[in-house]
């Protein structure tokens, strides 16, 4: 036996294109159209300008200063960047997402991305024994993290409307005991509970059951389940740099729960790798949290460049969701989901087209730059008529 059966029966993740032939536009994987802040930039260089014995050393295991720099983000914009309220370099949540307590450090585990950090979660607090629920179209990485820990699934079909079926996952959770997660807002569809809803579904549920919301696209413009930590202690939120922080390429992802449950999480992480983020990743991450209203400033204009398409797929025809993400989840009744997909490619563009039956009449359009979406309707106006 030359390769392990577990191996063998591996089903992985298949991430959005990365041609090399030739230079598109990517609108593709969700990544944010701008750069991190030139004082991410500056701080990563003064580090290893300055620090260059650093990088032969091992990094702060704990990453204390990261998780201080974190938690001191989340109080600042109540965890929904595009909301928040810049005062020169002061920043304030809204006051509808105010968290009515401090987070601290130890409510904050990272790792490699929010993949890795998902990978970790799955394995802490999914079983076997028992199946968890999920909804039937989500985050495509979940079914491969079921498959890696050879977790049984439930999956819920999503209502009419793409919105996800609160009840029916709340009540199959309850058959099944083994925990629940879902996208919020969720991914492909863009659609967001509100905080009020989760609440109000977690509180029906046992308390012996996990919640796991993935809060990866909060900051443009969802409602974060952070406040409801007070409350719920079955309750573990996942978020990332990717997206709203500008930052995919330096893999950085945390979730925000109570100590005991980033205590469990953390003991699952020493078990495989006891230093998983690296030193620059840690610098960089750090110096992100503490420049707020460039981020702010970013995740309103993406969020604003997401309205104006929004409108624009509308007038041409296209039957489009009401994201509240950095992405549009789209499609026309005259011209198939893979069609506009390969057209568009040949135009210079990478959009998202998913095989998956159910949604393969829709394509998944991440926003860019308004230039960058200007360009792209200048294309939809060609190849639709
Ligand atoms: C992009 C994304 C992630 C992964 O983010 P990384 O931190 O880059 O690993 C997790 N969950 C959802 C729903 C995502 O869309």
């Given at each position: 036996m030359l390769?392990?059966?577990?191996?063998?029966?591996?089903?992985?993740?298949?991430?959005?294109?990365?041609?090399?032939?030739?230079?598109?536009?990517k609108l593709n994987a969700n990544e944010n159209p701008y750069a991190p802040s030139p004082k991410v930039q500056k701080a990563v260089m003064d580090f290893v300008q300055n620090h260059p014995e650093k990088l032969g050393l091992y990094p702060d295991p704990d990453s204390l200063e990261l998780h201080a720099a974190i938690a001191d983000m989340l109080n600042k914009c109540g965890g929904v960047l595009c909301r928040a309220q810049v005062n020169g370099d002061e920043v304030q949540p809204a006051p509808e997402d105010k968290i009515p307590f401090t987070v601290t450090p130890d409510m904050i585990y990272t790792g490699n991305g929010s993949d890795e950090v998902l990978s970790f979660v799955f394995y802490a607090f999914f079983d076997s024994s028992a199946k968890f629920v999920m909804p039937q179209f989500t985050y495509s990485f979940y079914p491969v993290y079921a498959g890696f820990y050879n977790i049984p699934m439930d999956q819920v079909p999503l209502k009419e409307d793409w919105s996800l079926d609160v009840d029916e996952m709340l009540s199959r959770a309850g058959r099944n005991g083994g925990g629940i997660i879902f996208a919020n807002p969720n991914a492909p569809t863009s659609l967001g509970l509100t905080r009020e809803q989760v609440r109000q579904m977690i509180k029906k549920a046992s308390p012996d059951e996990i919640f796991i919301v993935d809060e990866a696209y909060v900051d443009f413009g969802g409602e974060s389940c952070i406040p409801l930590l007070a409350e719920f202690k079955n309750l573990v939120i996942v978020?990332?740099?990717?997206?709203?922080?500008?930052?995919?390429?330096?893999?950085l992802g945390y979730i925000v729960a109570n100590p005991e449950l980033v205590n469990i999480v953390t003991t699952v992480k020493n078990s495989v790798n006891h230093f998983p983020l690296d030193a620059v990743a840690q610098v960089s991450g750090t110096a992100a949290c503490r420049d707020l209203p460039y981020y702010v400033e970013t995740s309103r204009k993406v969020a604003e460049t997401r309205d104006d398409f929004y409108n624009f797929l509308k007038e041409k025809g296209f039957y489009v969701l009401k994201s509240q993400t950095n992405f549009l989840f789209a499609r026309h009744p005259s011209i198939a989901g893979d069609e506009l997909y390969k057209s568009?490619?040949?135009?210079?563009?990478?959009?998202?087209?998913?095989?998956?039956?159910?949604?393969?009449?829709?394509?998944?359009?991440?926003?860019?730059?308004?230039?960058?979406?200007?360009?792209?309707?200048?294309?939809?106006?060609?190849?639709?008529?």
């Amino acid at each position: 036996m030359l390769i392990s059966n577990r191996v063998k029966n591996l089903n992985p993740y298949v991430p959005g294109e990365q041609p090399k032939d030739r230079v598109y536009i990517k609108l593709n994987a969700n990544e944010n159209p701008y750069a991190p802040s030139p004082k991410v930039q500056k701080a990563v260089m003064d580090f290893v300008q300055n620090h260059p014995e650093k990088l032969g050393l091992y990094p702060d295991p704990d990453s204390l200063e990261l998780h201080a720099a974190i938690a001191d983000m989340l109080n600042k914009c109540g965890g929904v960047l595009c909301r928040a309220q810049v005062n020169g370099d002061e920043v304030q949540p809204a006051p509808e997402d105010k968290i009515p307590f401090t987070v601290t450090p130890d409510m904050i585990y990272t790792g490699n991305g929010s993949d890795e950090v998902l990978s970790f979660v799955f394995y802490a607090f999914f079983d076997s024994s028992a199946k968890f629920v999920m909804p039937q179209f989500t985050y495509s990485f979940y079914p491969v993290y079921a498959g890696f820990y050879n977790i049984p699934m439930d999956q819920v079909p999503l209502k009419e409307d793409w919105s996800l079926d609160v009840d029916e996952m709340l009540s199959r959770a309850g058959r099944n005991g083994g925990g629940i997660i879902f996208a919020n807002p969720n991914a492909p569809t863009s659609l967001g509970l509100t905080r009020e809803q989760v609440r109000q579904m977690i509180k029906k549920a046992s308390p012996d059951e996990i919640f796991i919301v993935d809060e990866a696209y909060v900051d443009f413009g969802g409602e974060s389940c952070i406040p409801l930590l007070a409350e719920f202690k079955n309750l573990v939120i996942v978020r990332t740099f990717s997206k709203s922080l500008c930052g995919a390429g330096q893999r950085l992802g945390y979730i925000v729960a109570n100590p005991e449950l980033v205590n469990i999480v953390t003991t699952v992480k020493n078990s495989v790798n006891h230093f998983p983020l690296d030193a620059v990743a840690q610098v960089s991450g750090t110096a992100a949290c503490r420049d707020l209203p460039y981020y702010v400033e970013t995740s309103r204009k993406v969020a604003e460049t997401r309205d104006d398409f929004y409108n624009f797929l509308k007038e041409k025809g296209f039957y489009v969701l009401k994201s509240q993400t950095n992405f549009l989840f789209a499609r026309h009744p005259s011209i198939a989901g893979d069609e506009l997909y390969k057209s568009v490619k040949e135009h210079g563009y990478l959009i998202r087209h998913f095989n998956t039956p159910g949604i393969e009449e829709f394509v998944r359009i991440t926003v860019g730059t308004a230039e960058q979406m200007s360009g792209l309707k200048k294309i939809f106006e060609e190849i639709i008529q």
